[in-house]
């Protein structure tokens, strides 16, 4: 029963992930892997991914519509809170003022924290209030 809900949460895990991926984001999976995107000057969009509901429902495609929104980031990027520990952990480290929160997304600029948009502005929330907390994120930072 273990080894079932195992392979069942390794599926629901790649599918997030490629979600991500095939949505035009870098996965950042080391400590490394962030630094080298999150400390260099310019703009940065983090997706602070995870498995829970509101990740899949309102968070990712919330996170692939920017994609596509006139104002855009220089990068384009998202770890795994709950996987990819480390990378994540570094990324939070970046976040400075805010506490840890899966699913949420990091505004950055010049290696700085702008905004973040936390669980609690996501989960309970349609998808075109997130995309709109967003869109005036970008508009603010990015522009």
């Known amino acids: 029963m273990y080894m079932d ?10 599918t997030a992930r490629q979600e991500m991926v095939e949505g035009g ?13 999150l400390s260099k000057p310019g703009t940065t969009f983090v997706m602070i991914n995870s498995v829970c509901g509101c990740a899949g429902g309102i968070a990712r495609p919330s996170a692939l519509y920017m994609k596509n929104y006139e104002v855009q980031a220089d990068n384009y990027v998202t770890v795994f809170a709950g ?4 990378a994540t952990e570094r990324a939070r480290s970046y976040f400075t003022g805010y506490e840890p ?9 010049d290696g700085k924290i702008q905004q973040m948009i936390e669980r609690h502005e996501i989960e309970g ?19």
Do not use: C, G, W
Not at 25 to 37: A, G, I, R
């Open 5 to 14: 809900f195992q392979m069942f949460m390794n599926d629901v895990v790649q």
């Open 25 to 37: 984001y870098q996965e950042l999976k080391t400590p490394e892997e962030v630094d080298n995107v």
């Open 83 to 86: 996987q990819d520990r480390e």
């Open 101 to 109: 929160s899966s699913p949420s997304f990091a505004v950055i600029k």
């Open 125 to 143: 929330h349609e998808p075109i209030e997130v995309v709109q907390k967003l869109e005036k994120s970008f508009d603010t930072y990015f522009k």
